[in-house]
């Protein structure tokens, strides 16, 4: 990837490296979420409508819940909320995967796919005025909150299902 034209790889913690990025300054943006706890993907996820151009692309490994499809439908759900209330509108693509045999597993801490439907996130920055107009430092937040309050139970089991195992 790093040799292929107009494709620009960065390493390190994004914590270090996106506060010096330039904005507007991504077509698109892609995103490794394995081994972090959802709190820091919604952290990543309020830097998007500045550092991505309107129309920009981004999308992450969702590992989301991988234990129990009724909950990976959940955490989807609120991800494409805090995603809608930061401009970005939010599909999941269902893509066959071949997961192999039980016996490659062995020995491995944490399957990185634990279903054979992987469901590709999709999502697209919307125009500068619809980003700006969601670029309250509270709106994901608050989109995070008033579903809480909706059902707080049910984010409570969320919750526990996102602990690292």
Not at 39 to 61: I, K
Not at 74 to 93: P, R
Not at 101 to 110: M, V
Not at 135 to 148: F, K, N, T, V
């Amino acid at each position: 990837w790093t040799a292929r034209p107009g494709v620009r790889v960065l390493f390190g913690r994004w914590q270090d490296v996106l506060p010096g990025l330039e904005e507007a300054s991504f077509d698109a943006a892609y995103y490794d979420t394995y081994g972090e706890h959802d709190a820091d993907m919604a952290d990543f996820h309020e830097q998007l409508p500045r550092l991505l151009r309107a129309g920009g692309v981004y999308s992450f490994f969702n590992g989301m819940c991988p234990f129990n499809v009724f909950f990976q439908g959940v955490a989807c759900a609120v991800v494409q909320l805090e995603l809608k209330a930061l401009g970005l509108e939010t599909s999941f693509t269902p893509v066959a995967v071949h997961t192999g045999p039980e016996a490659q597993w062995t020995d491995i801490r944490r399957r990185y796919f634990l279903s054979d439907t992987y469901y590709l996130p999709h999502c697209v920055l919307g125009e500068p005025a619809a980003a700006a107009a969601a670029d309250d430092d509270s709106a994901a937040g608050a989109a995070g909150r008033r579903l809480a309050s909706l059902n707080p139970q049910l984010m409570a089991l969320l919750a526990e299902s996102l602990a690292p195992a």
